[in-house]
């Protein structure tokens, strides 16, 4: 699909009140996003495990808007509290949904949104939140559009998303998903994310993510920051195709069911996107003494026992512990005993691979 099929395609709208809701899921990459140009397109492919636990439960109300001009009538609760902190970001995601929804200029919102994990968990939020409020806004295009395909509500939805966060496309649908243009993949694309296509073993059909809060609070420098800090770094063309050779590497280890790629190419991932940190201009360290401890630990565990656990960082400091559901008898409490030690007050969440967004009942 190209941008030009995501623009409105519906009747003309005539504008009433009422609400959508949609819960949407965080994703951790397996293959980093790091790196974009243009508004909000990817310098590589990233493919990520969606989880179940960690989410954003979003309830748009809409009214006809009450002010006349473009700006977006906006108000934002987290938790039942105002949140205007929240405000800029929502607007500036609205403007950028504005060509390809119309409509948005007659209405009015009000956003009441929580998350599943604690707001100070360090565990960016953009992902989840940006992802149900573009599901919210899809939800709400298909009721003056009912005829639109289910095949474009979840393309829309992940193509919005991308423009509020890249990740946020990649947390519309369950499973394996992929963003970003690869040669040997039919189907992909910079615009939004899809189902990974790929052969996919069992064991990787119900991985554990169990997260390690090593650091709560907001991070020294964000992501948005850090993919900007990608133009002219010294090592940039290399990472990119690196990412797009572990994206290669990475087909035939799951068809295959290899654990110790899996391992192998996961980790390097992780360890290359704060290689990135740490040589650009200026350099910033998102890891804390934690979360290298932690990282010892599990290479450790691994040589000892030979569990196939591993880990994966975002841009912060916490530590996703990666292990197949069959592991996880030996694996967690590992990881309850030892490394736990390292996160704030033991803080740690039970995560695994979930099966995408959906809609809910009661918020
Ligand atoms: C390290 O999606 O948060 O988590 O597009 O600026 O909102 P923006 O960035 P964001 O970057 C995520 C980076 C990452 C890797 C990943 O999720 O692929």
Redesign the pocket.
């Known amino acids: 699909m190209e941008e030009r099929d995501f623009e409105y395609q519906g009747p003309q709208v005539t504008p009433g009140s009422g609400s959508v809701r949609w819960s949407a899921p965080s ?3 397996l ?4 790196g ?1 140009h243009g508004v ?1 397109l990817p310098a590589n492919p ?1 493919l ?1 495990f969606t989880l179940e636990a960690c989410a954003t439960r979003t309830e748009l109300y809409y009214y006809p808007k009450k002010q006349t001009g473009t700006q977006p009538e906006v108000e934002v609760f987290l938790d039942g509290l105002s949140a205007p902190g929240f405000v800029p970001k929502v607007r500036q995601f609205l403007e950028r949904a504005r060509p390809y929804m119309p409509w948005l200029d007659q209405f009015g919102f009000r956003l009441e949104t929580s998350n599943s994990f604690p707001h100070s968990s360090g565990i ?1 939020s ?2 989840s939140g ?1 992802a149900a409020l573009a599901l919210c806004l899809v939800e709400l295009e298909r009721r003056f559009y009912p005829q639109m395909p289910e095949a474009l509500f979840r393309r829309k939805a992940s193509f919005l998303a ?1 423009l ?5 496309a ?1 947390s519309i649908d369950g499973g394996l998903v992929l ?1 970003g243009e690869h040669p040997s993949i039919n189907g992909s694309s910079d615009l939004y994310a899809i189902p990974y296509p790929g052969e996919v073993h069992a064991v990787f059909q119900e991985y554990h993510d169990t997260i390690l809060l090593v650091d709560e609070g907001e991070k020294a420098v ?3 920051v ?2 900007g800090l990608m133009h002219g770094h010294p090592y940039a063309a290399s990472r990119f195709a690196q990412a797009g050779g572990n994206l290669e590497r990475l087909q035939d280890i799951l068809a295959a069911g290899d654990l110790d790629g899996f391992i192998e190419v996961v980790e390097s991932e992780a360890l290359s ?1 704060h290689a990135m940190m740490l040589a650009s201009t200026p350099s910033y360290i998102l890891m804390k003494p934690g979360t290298l401890s932690i990282i010892e630990a599990i290479r450790d565990f691994r040589a000892r026992t030979g569990n196939p656990v591993c880990f994966t ?4 400091a916490n530590v996703h512990v990666l292990y197949p559901a069959a592991s996880a008898g030996e694996v967690y409490p590992f990881i309850r005993e030892v490394l736990t030690a390292y996160c704030k007050d033991g803080h740690h969440i039970c995560d695994r691979v979930g099966t995408g967004a959906r809609t809910f009942g009661t918020p």
């Open positions: 994703n951790i990459a293959v980093k996003y790091w974009k909000q990233s990520s960016a953009s992902a940006m991308r509020g966060s890249g990740s946020a990649r963003w964000s992501s948005t850090g993919h996107l960082l975002d841009a912060g």
